[in-house]
């Protein structure tokens, strides 16, 4: 049986380092990541419309979540999972 002690990083950690390197570092990281698999990164569009989209996006999501009546995450999970979770 195996045992593992070391903890895998979360993919935020891991993001945020990357985000620590110059961008020719980025560069070469995204190409050896492109030899490996068929990882893509691909940098957000942080244009205008895109970000206005967005917004108006989470206002249609925010307007629907209010009309819909939703129960506490422990009456959900009981809901789902029976009495198991407590």
Same mark, same amino acid.
């Given at each position: 049986m195996a045992i593992y002690t070391r903890t895998r990083p =979360?993919?935020?950690a891991t993001?945020?380092?990357a985000r620590q390197l110059s961008p020719r570092d980025q560069?070469?990281?995204l190409a050896e990541l492109a030899k490996l698999s068929g990882v893509k990164l691909v940098a957000p569009n942080?244009? =205008?419309r895109a970000i206005q989209l967005g917004r108006n996006l989470a206002d249609q999501i925010r307007t629907e979540l209010?009309?819909?009546k939703m129960p506490s995450l422990?009456?959900?999970?009981?809901?789902?999972?029976?009495r198991s979770w407590s």
């Open positions: =979360t993919y935020k993001f945020d380092l560069r070469r990281l942080r244009t =205008t209010q009309s819909v422990d009456e959900a999970m009981r809901q789902l999972r029976g």
